[in-house]
Structure formats: structure tokens, C-alpha cells
């Protein structure tokens, strides 16, 4: 605006300049008062400023102070910023207030990456909604004894989950328990009364109240451990958590191996994923191929904790006829709008789940957006088949594109499915593309499956080889996790739609590993109710089953929470006319029906119902109890309508909904349909999933209880006859595909005769006055050991035992250790040199300091006494010279890589050549306002290249300031005046009034100032 101002009177000449001067002036007050009304409508700084933190947060860090040990409070959920419902303090609170050890995860977390894999494994267990049997030692072995729950954050900004929702998972974890609570309670009750007695849920029964935060003690905690004999993992941090595995062990990554390590253990955990670093959670995606390419611009593409990530990581690979898929865009991938969804991914379409889809990324419009499946070999495609899922866009046209042969259809509707003849030969893809008018339709593209008949495809996930220097003593797999939509709160089992979210397998565990040496092979693991589930009749011991019209989202809303006997679980209604059928056993007479629903259910309980069977009707009035009495018809099965309800409604914000009918139990005659649910019943062999691995089958069973079933626990199961497998060197490919009942969760091949691990114990810590660590206490120790602090392994750390120094180790990817040799009990003594080093430097600071006060008092001193003799130059226009070239190159390349640096090389070549152009400002702006495009222009800011636009039009602006200021050097140098000594020397007029200042006198009358 400066320059305009400055520039565009110059360009006004004739009649007609003064008005349009006149315009000029007017437009540029207004865009000036434009730009102080968010300061006047005080609308620029963030709302709910703090004036004041709540004082539950100053007891609930002396709380913390007071039961502190050494070990580390970790603060849940995982935010961004400190965004609370009572203001905004940017950094956590707990950054002033906190007198001990504590962690979170925030968008810039200052740990190395090996912590924040941590951080970030702990936040995936307590956002999936599923209960972990391995958290708490998970946590207690990475040092965290007490778990902060920040309950008071602003969910909308933050994006949090729902307190009950975290609480559901902690408190139904094994080891972690509810130590105390601070502040007033937020949240809401499940389910409240008006003075009508119309009852009224909170959204889908997701809800409680409870402190502003809770704190949850960890057992068994340490700040140290001793490991006997430690393994080496291939894998990532997050190791802990898996089922088999024991989750105190201290393991060595392989790349920070030193060859004497007992074992060898490989996972699937490190996986070759793309992060999206602004985001906190749901913020990774789908595992790539080893070739794909990175889809977001910088250097680093996640937390990098292995110097040689291509080595030891997990990447996707296709078998069959298909060699890769992929898409325009997808929710998957690390470039859509976070929280990203991992099982979105194109392969979804190609998995035979129906439960799964791609979908493309919903910040794009739908209209445009392609999947691709390129084939190993030609393939002549007679027919294909295209479901859409129920989410997806309702696109009017798909374009079914092969080669140089293309076809426009009429596409299926969401939901449904729709073969196509297309009869193109030797096709070495098929692209599915949204064609028709751009109608800018709301949300994604997805598609549940792509069946082509007579084409096999199989997506693995292909582990790294094992490390030939140790033998592989257990291989542990696990199926990605997907988000619970149904989670238990209080004694209710509420579901939410909106929460699900398939994991990147879906219900399909496919890997690839390559032994490096044959040996047997123990096979053990859990699985899971699949969630989807089209027969859950199954389940019940009694036989007796019910269906409903409609689509379930999760089983535990579906007709089976009917008659399955948990009153947590409960059935709502789909369409305008609510009903349900229900099939016994046995023949059984129909004298009396009893309606429950939990009170906790987004339902309306039914009051009139219509009982049918075999063209008999009776409509029934329930009385209070939810009774009916029956005319006694003898039958198998029996249809039940809802013709009337006491209606409720569901609270969403500040909107009412009437609530669908809905029955947590129906009992017949008195009794339940499925007595005993919560006694174990056992599945046999062909009910569990069938396991290959490496062309061997292996069939399974199970023992559980229908209640933990349905709840979504995972189980252990058995191997019907022999466990054992045995492998021979070379690539072994493990696929588990799921039953009609259940899902394999993971697996676990532990080597026959493999010795097992050395112990790990928990040793006591000396610490000082501040808490850092002097020595570790350790014990008697038969062989060498690891030694391990639970803290951010740093090369400063040093550690001697009787006056030796200790050797350095790398624990679990980001922890502290050493190695211990074997030997009596004794103690290790610890000391950080950089310590001694930094208070050094801060007291150099602070005399370095005390001399430039001291500097300035005498300057300041000298001025008050007029002793200054000499006359300060005016400032002027300095010329760049070798030490700006330097810093604009520098931060080129730091800000923008080897762009940034040719951008600044050429920058500088075009100041210095082109001496006499100036309109490098001019191009400046232009830039900057070309690059602010991809913010406010909706036809930008829309494509997925949004960024890089912005980012490039960014650097064209700085290096056209750059170029301006090298043109600089090329100016002509200033002339410097002549002293009027050397003046007179050469003959040359000196002006009096010049020669006066110099001598410093003055003319008669007038009298002598100092001038500035």
C-alpha cells in the first residue's frame, strides 16, 4: 500500500488527476479503516484471554509435587495447544505450575522422536475406545506413574474426545486406577428428566460428569530398571503394547545392537508412514510401498528415531494380479484434511470387506476423483462390479477407463451395487473416475468394492529382514486397530456412528517376512468380535436369534442386543416403521412379553406393541414394568411391530431429536432369551479364524463369554491340534482372514526352545534436591545387564561404576541406558556434564552483561558532561556484502531446501546483473499477493497443490527482496566528503560554516550548542 501511494500520483497527469487523486486517497482510508476494525471490534486476539489460572490446576500440581518420586505425569488427551474452556495459554499450563517431572503431546513436542512415538502409541490405545490388558505396564516402563486427564480443554478446538470416551478405556484397563479429582464437574449426564418426566439423552448416551481433572495413578511405576540378557527389537517403541510381549522388558532397537544382545525379536510396528505434523492424533497414514512417493513437501516426513528408516521399516507390497493401487486422493493419505482415516486407503476397495471403502479426501470436491488398479499382467476385463458405501457422494456418472478404452455409466447409488459389461481386452489398468457435471458435492468419493471376476489381489504388509547376527527368537503381529464406535459407560453400552473408523487391515491380517534360518515356530494371539458381523445369532448359546430391517452400524446396536441378554447393550430402531423378528429353538408358547430399555440408551422404550405369528395379531399395552400378557400361541417364532412409544429425545447442542424406538432386553415368559451370557460357552474349531502361514493352515477356537464378545474385548485363542509351525529361511507370507464371527488381533510365533528373556526389575533412584538422578542402587547380577532411566537418552549422561565409565545405550529407541557388567550389588553413580557447562555459561552471561550496563552508564555519563568530541555520521543506505549473501542462503536453504537455495542463488544474480531495474518491490508484492490466493480463493484453496502454491508465490517474494538488495551492491558508491584538512590541502574552498563545526567554534553573538 506504501509503494501504491507512493508510485500511482506520479502516474495521473491532465484534467482528470486531481479526482482521480482525490479517489486514491478516499479507497486508501478506506482500506485503512478496513484494516483497524478487527482492532476496534477487538476481534485480533485469541478469545478467552487468561487473566487467571483456576486454582484446581495450581492443587492439581501440588498434588502431583507432593506424590512425586521421580517418575513423569503424563497429561491426556493429546492437544495441540493449551486450549482450555476456562481460556487460551498457548503452552500447557502445567509449563508454570509444575514442580515435577511431567509430559504431553503437543503440535511441538520438545523430545526426540523416539519419545514421541511413545506419546503418540498412548494416545492411539486411549482414543480407539478399546480397554488394554498391556497399558499400564506399557506406561510404567517408559516411566509414567500417574496419568493427568485434562477433562476442562475446549473440545472444539482441540478436537479432543469426549471425556467419557477416554474414560471408558482407563478405567476399564487393567492397573490403572482413579486416584483423584479436581475442579468442578464438567460433562454432562447420560440421561436426565424433565419436570414433564420426558426423558432426555445426551446425544448417543456418550456422556458423564466428572472432575475438571482426574488423575489416575500407574502400577507398578519405576524411574530405573535392570534387564538381564536384553533383546533387540526390529521395530518401533510402541513394541510394549503388544499382546505376548512383556511389556516391562527394555529392548535394544537393531540398529543401536552391539552384536551380544540374547535375541532377536520382529514386529511390524515401524511401518513407512507419512505424518501430518500441524495435527496431534489421526495424523498418520496408510502404510506406503517402498517406492511410493512422499505427498507432502519438506524434509522430514514423520518422526524419524532410525538413522536408516529404509532398513528396518514396514512397507506395502501387492501379490496376485494386481501390482499396485492407488488414487487421485484419498482420506488415507497424509495430504487430506486431518483426522485423517487410515483404513480410506484405495487398497480398501480391493480387500472383499464391504465394511471398508476408499474414500477420497473430503476438503476436494467428489466430481473428478479417480481409483486406479494397475494389473501385474493384462487382463481382459469382461465385467466389472462397483459398490459405493452408504457415506459416499451421490456422483450421477463414472468413468470406467482401461488403456485407450473408456466407458461413461450411470453410477450406483450410495450403498448399492451396479456390474458393468465392458468387454475391453488386454487391459493393463482400470480407473474408476466421478464423471458428470461438476455439481460440487458435499463429502467423498468412496468405494466399499471393485470386483472384477477371475482377478485374485492380496495387499501385504512386508516386514524388514530379521538381523542375521541373532537368532529369530519371536515374530509378533498386529492387525491395525480400528476406532470402537460403542464404548461402555457406566453400565451402559452407548453407540456413536460417527466414531467409526476401520483400521488400515480392516478385519484382514496379511504380512510377508523372510527368516533368515528354518526353525519351529509356537503360534498363539487374540481375536475379536468382528463388528460387522451378518450372523450373530451365533453367538448365543440358547439359539435364539432376531433381525431387524435396516443397516446396523455396530452389532451392539443391532437386533442381537435384543435377546443377548446385556442390558448394556441396546437395539435401536431403523426407518419409520420399527421392528423386529425373533426365532426360538424350540417351540414355545407366547403367554407373556417383558420390554426393558437402560435408561442410558438414546431410545424411546415402546408402550404398545403388535405381536404377530403365524397370521395371528394381538396388539398388547405394556404396563409400567414393560409386561404384556399373550393369548399362549404355540410357535418358533414371532414378529414384534412398535406401534407406540414414551417418546424421548436425544440432546445435540442445542437441538432436541426424538429419540428411535429402541429394547435393551426382551424377556419371554419370565425369562431371558440367552441365559447365562456372562458364562464362558466355547467356540470350536471353523467358528475362529483360519491362519496360513508360510502354505500351512491352522484352525481355531476359542472360550468366552457373549457379554465380553459384544463388548469389543479382545480374547485369547487356542490352535485346534498342533500349535506348532515350522518355517523354513526365505519369504513366508502370514494371512489370517476373518470367520463370520471373529478377527484376528494379533498374532505371535515364539520360537520352540527359544531361551526366554532376562528379567527386567525395577531399581531405586538417588536424586537431588532439584530431581535430577546422582545414582541407581543395583543388585547382585549374574550376567551383564542393561541399566535404564525412564527419561530422553542424551551423550551427556555419563555413569561410572567403581570409577569406570559405564558404555552408552540407546533403550527402546529414545531412553536412557547403560551397559552393567555382571558383579555384585553396588551402586552406579550418574552426572550430566553439560550441567556443570551451562551454569558456567550463565554466569559468563550474566558479567558479559554487567559490563555492557556498566558500558553504557559511562557513555550515557560522558554525554551528560558534553565530552564527546566527535560528530556521529548520518545514517545512510549501507551496501550488502559476503556476511548478507551468507545469511540469505542459509535461510533459503532451511526454509525451502534446495529450492530455497537456487532461489536465492538466482536472486542474487539478478540483483547484481540487472543494475538499473526497480521493480523488484513491485514484483514482491505482486507475489505475496498472488501466493494469498490459495487462502481466500476458493477455486485454490480447494486442490490438493494449495500449498505448494502459496509456498512457491512465498519464496518468489523473497527473492525478489533479495534481488533488490544485491542490486544494492552494484550502485554507485556514495562519495565521501573531503575533511576540510585535506581540502585545503588540495586548494580546494572549505565552507565556513563546515570549518566552524570542525573547530568548533562560533560566530560572535552567537552562542555555542551540541548539535545530534
Request: hydrophobic residues 40%; contains cysteine; aromatic residues 6%.
Amino acid at each position: 500500500m506504501a509503494y501504491a501511494l507512493q508510485q500511482i500520483p506520479a502516474l495521473f497527469r491532465g484534467v482528470g488527476a486531481r479526482p482521480a487523486l482525490r479517489a486514491v486517497q478516499v479507497a486508501t482510508v478506506l482500506a485503512l479503516v478496513a484494516l483497524a476494525l478487527p482492532w476496534a471490534q477487538d476481534e485480533i486476539a485469541p478469545r478467552a484471554g487468561v487473566t487467571a489460572v483456576p486454582r484446581y490446576w495450581t492443587a492439581a500440581s501440588d498434588y502431583l509435587a507432593q506424590q512425586g518420586d521421580g517418575s513423569t505425569s503424563l497429561e491426556l488427551p493429546a492437544s495441540a495447544f493449551g486450549v482450555y474452556d476456562w481460556g487460551n495459554v498457548h503452552d500447557d499450563v502445567m509449563q508454570g505450575l509444575a514442580d515435577s517431572p511431567w509430559a504431553v503431546r503437543n503440535v511441538i513436542p520438545l523430545a526426540p522422536p523416539g519419545n514421541v512415538v511413545f506419546l503418540d502409541a498412548v494416545t492411539r490405545v486411549v482414543e480407539s475406545g478399546h480397554p488394554s490388558d498391556t497399558l499400564a505396564s506399557y506406561l510404567a516402563a517408559n516411566g509414567v506413574s500417574r496419568i493427568v486427564v485434562r477433562n476442562d480443554l475446549d473440545r472444539f478446538q482441540t478436537g479432543t474426545p469426549d471425556p467419557a470416551y477416554v474414560q471408558s478405556v482407563l478405567a476399564a484397563s487393567p492397573g490403572i486406577t482413579l486416584a483423584h479429582s479436581f475442579g468442578p464437574k464438567v460433562g454432562s449426564r447420560s440421561y436426565t428428566y424433565t419436570d414433564g418426566g420426558t426423558r432426555l439423552v445426551s446425544g448417543t448416551g456418550l456422556a458423564v460428569r466428572t472432575g475438571s481433572i482426574d488423575v489416575y495413578d500407574v502400577e507398578p511405576s519405576s524411574s530405573a530398571r535392570l534387564t538381564s540378557s536384553p533383546e533387540v527389537l526390529v521395530g518401533d517403541p510402541a513394541s510394549g503394547l503388544r499382546p505376548g510381549l512383556d511389556g516391562s522388558a527394555q529392548r535394544v532397537l537393531a540398529e543401536d545392537s552391539r552384536g551380544d544382545e540374547s535375541g532377536q525379536v520382529l514386529t511390524d510396528g515401524s511401518r513407512r508412514r507419512e505424518m501430518n505434523f500441524a495435527a496431534v492424533r489421526w495424523n498418520e497414514s496408510a502404510t506406503l510401498g517402498a517406492t511410493d512417493p512422499w505427498r507432502l513437501h519438506g524434509p522430514e516426513h514423520d518422526h524419524r528415531f532410525l538413522a536408516d528408516p529404509d532398513r528396518w521399516q514396514t512397507t506395502a507390497a501387492w501379490s496376485g494380479d494386481v501390482s499396485g493401487v492407488a488414487a487421485s486422493s484419498s482420506e488415507a493419505y497424509a495430504d487430506a484434511l486431518p483426522p485423517l482415516q487410515i483404513g480410506s486407503h484405495p487398497g480398501a476397495a480391493l480387500d472383499g470387506d464391504p465394511a471398508t471403502a476408499w474414500r477420497s479426501a473430503r476438503q476436494i470436491d467428489p466430481t473428478g476423483q479417480w481409483w486406479q488398479a494397475t494389473f501385474s499382467r493384462p487382463q481382459d476385463l469382461a465385467r466389472v462390479t462397483v459398490t459405493l458405501a452408504p457415506d459416499s457422494a451421490a456422483v450421477p456418472r463414472l468413468q470406467l477407463t482401461a488403456g485407450r478404452s473408456s466407458r461413461q455409466v450411470d453410477a450406483p447409488k450410495p450403498g448399492e451395487s451396479r456390474t458393468y459389461e465392458l468387454g475391453f481386452k488386454d487391459a493393463d489398468l482400470l480407473r474408476i473416475t466421478a464423471a458428470g457435471r461438476n455439481l460440487r458435492l458435499p463429502g467423498s468419493l468412496a468405494i466399499a468394492e471393485v470386483h472384477v471376476p477371475g482377478v485374485q489381489a492380496q495387499r501385504y504388509l512386508e516386514l524388514p529382514a530379521p538381523d542375521k547376527r541373532y537368532p529369530l527368537d519371536a515374530v509378533s503381529l498386529a492387525r491395525d486397530t480400528d476406532r470402537a464406535a460403542c464404548v461402555m459407560v457406566g453400565h451402559a453400552l452407548p453407540c456413536d456412528d460417527a466414531l467409526v473408523a476401520p483400521g488400515e487391515d480392516g478385519d484382514t491380517l496379511a504380512r510377508r517376512f523372510t527368516p533368515a534360518y528354518a526353525a519351529s515356530y509356537d503360534l498363539s494371539g487374540t481375536v475379536s468380535l468382528r463388528r460387522s458381523t451378518t450372523v450373530p445369532q451365533l453367538l448365543l448359546r440358547s439359539g435364539v436369534s432376531a433381525t431387524a430391517p435396516g443397516r446396523v452400524g455396530d452389532v451392539a446396536e443391532g437386533p442381537l442386543a435384543i435377546v443377548d441378554g446385556d442390558r448394556a447393550t441396546t437395539w435401536l430402531a431403523r426407518g419409520s416403521h420399527p421392528q423386529f423378528r425373533v426365532r426360538l429353538r424350540h417351540v414355545t408358547p407366547l403367554n407373556a412379553l417383558t420390554v426393558r430399555l437402560n435408561p442410558r440408551a438414546a431410545a424411546s422404550k415402546p408402550t404398545r406393541l403388535e405381536v404377530s405369528s403365524g397370521g395371528r395379531k394381538r396388539v398388547v399395552q405394556l404396563d409400567e414394568d414393560g409386561r404384556a400378557r399373550l393369548p399362549g400361541w404355540r410357535t418358533d417364532a414371532f414378529r414384534v411391530r412398535v406401534l407406540d412409544s414414551d417418546t424421548a429425545y436425544s440432546v445435540v447442542g442445542r437441538q432436541f431429536v426424538e429419540a428411535p424406538a429402541g429394547i435393551s432386553a426382551l424377556r419371554l415368559n419370565g425369562h431371558p432369551l440367552n441365559p447365562g451370557a456372562a458364562d464362558p460357552r466355547t467356540f470350536g474349531c471353523g467358528t475362529g479364524p483360519v491362519v496360513r502361514i508360510g502354505g500351512q493352515v491352522r484352525r481355531t477356537r476359542l472360550r468366552v463369554d457373549t457379554k465380553t464378545l459384544v463388548r469389543g474385548q479382545s480374547v485369547p485363542f487356542e490352535v485346534c491340534g498342533r500349535a506348532e509351525v515350522p518355517l523354513v529361511a526365505g519369504p513366508t507370507d502370514v494371512v489370517a482372514r476373518p470367520s463370520r464371527l471373529f478377527r484376528v488381533d494379533t498374532l505371535l510365533l515364539r520360537r520352540t526352545g527359544a531361551a526366554a528373556a532376562g528379567p527386567t526389575q525395577p531399581v531405586s533412584v538417588e536424586r537431588d534436591a532439584r530431581g535430577t538422578p546422582v545414582s541407581v542402587t543395583v543388585p547382585d547380577r549374574p550376567d551383564a545387564s542393561l541399566l535404564s532411566l525412564e527419561q530422553n537418552f542424551n551423550e551427556g549422561w555419563t555413569a561410572t561404576w567403581h570409577g569406570k565409565e559405564l558404555t552408552a545405550q540407546r533403550v527402546d529407541g529414545w531412553k536412557q541406558g547403560w551397559r552393567l557388567p555382571a558383579g555384585a550389588s553396588g551402586t552406579v553413580a550418574l552426572s550430566f556434564a553439560p550441567a556443570r557447562t551451562f551454569s558456567g555459561l550463565l554466569v559468563v552471561g550474566a558479567v558479559l552483561m554487567g559490563v555492557c550496563v556498566l558500558a553504557l552508564a559511562w557513555s550515557w555519563r560522558r554525554e551528560r558532561q558534553g565530552r564527546q568530541g566527535v560528530q556521529r555520521p548520518a545514517l545512510r543506505t549501507g551496501r550488502p556484502g559476503l556476511l548478507d549473501v551468507a545469511v540469505a542462503l542459509a535461510a533459503g536453504g532451511l526454509l525451502c531446501g534446495w529450492w530455497g537455495l537456487g532461489g536465492m542463488l538466482a536472486a542474487i544474480g539478478l540483483g547484481l546483473g540487472v543494475r538499473r531495474f526497480q521493480g523488484w518491490p513491485l514484483l514482491a508484492a505482486v507475489s505475496l499477493l498472488v501466493g494469498s490466493l490459495a487462502l481466500v480463493w476458493n477455486p485454490i484453496t480447494d486442490r490438493t497443490w494449495a500449498v505448494t502454491w502459496s509456498q512457491g508465490w512465498s519464496l518468489g517474494a523473497v527473492c525478489c527482496l533479495v534481488a533488490a538488495l544485491a542490486s544494492l551492491r552494484r550502485a554507485d558508491k556514495p562519495r565521501t566528503p573531503a575533511s576540510p584538512a585535506s581540502a585545503q590541502e588540495a586548494g580546494e574552498m572549505v565552507p565556513t560554516d563546515i570549518a566552524r563545526r570542525q573547530t568548533g567554534s562560533a560566530p560572535a553573538g552567537v552562542s555555542r550548542t551540541t548539535e545530534s
